[in-house]
Structure formats: C-alpha cells, structure tokens
C-alpha cells in the first residue's frame, strides 16, 4: 500500500475538477481504491471489465486497477495480455 504522506482525497478531487468520469474512466478505479473506496473502486473496475468486451481497454489498465484493488490474482490474469504470453509468476510483484 502506498504510503499516507500524500493526500489521495484531495487527488481525486482535482481530478473530478479536470477530468469528469465519462472522460476518463481508467483513472477512477484506481483513485477510488487508493482513496480507501473499494466499493466505488469495484463498481468501476467491473464495468471496464463489461467495457473491454465491446471496446480496446489496455490490459495494463486493468492490471494497475486490480493491483491498486490489491486482487493479485486478477492483477496476474490480466498482465499475460499486455505481451500475448504468460508471464511467469515468480518475476511479478504484487503488493
């Protein structure tokens, strides 16, 4: 987990000031879950996994969203896509 020196409240609230949800829909997930709102978070994570059946979702994205959820599991599942073969488990950290 990162660490609590910086203000992640006040970070999505300036991104909600620049960025409305409808534009950017990768970045909300994941401030949502470094701000301690995982069920936001989840919400949004879910419905960019709906997302990426019917539009290009950049697998990294979902990795950094499932990572940032702290789902290792899914964070794994997800990266293989990025380079079209799996990588082994044992050179992936996740915290």
């Known amino acids: 987990m990162l660490t609590n020196e910086f203000d992640w409240p006040a970070a999505l609230a300036e991104l909600q000031k620049v960025s409305p949800l409808s534009e950017d829909r990768c970045a ?10 995982r069920p936001a978070a989840e919400r949004e994570a879910l419905e960019l ?5 019917k539009e290009y979702v950049p697998a990294t994205i979902m990795a ?7 789902e290792r599991e899914r ?5 293989p896509a990025v380079s079209g073969r799996p990588v082994p488990r044992r050179r992936l950290r996740v915290e």
């Open 64 to 70: 950094s969203v499932w990572a940032a959820l702290g």
């Open 75 to 79: 964070t794994l599942l997800a990266v």
């Open 28 to 37: 909300y997930p994941i401030a949502h879950a470094l701000t301690g709102q």
């Open 49 to 53: 996994e709906s997302l990426s059946k």
